[in-house]
């Protein structure tokens, strides 16, 4: 049997943290810029942790 392939849009998305949690990036950060403040942007530029809920599916597709 052939061994289980990563996806590769989670790889591309998501990093494993030191402790075991998922981080992510937030969306709505890539265009049109103008209309957002400075504070939604500078808010938008951290990155986030995946919620609870999501972090089993997310962990399957990263296999881990």
Do not use: C, N, Y
Not at 20 to 47: D, E, P, Y
Not at 50 to 56: A, G, I, L, R, Y
């Amino acid at each position: 049997m052939p061994k289980m392939k990563t996806k590769s849009s989670a790889k591309k998305r998501f990093k494993v943290t030191g402790s075991g949690k998922l981080k992510r990036k937030h969306a709505f950060k890539s265009h049109i810029l103008t209309k957002k403040s400075k504070k939604r942007k500078a808010r938008l530029t951290k990155a986030g942790l995946v919620h609870k809920s999501d972090e089993k599916s997310i962990k399957q597709q990263l296999l881990m």
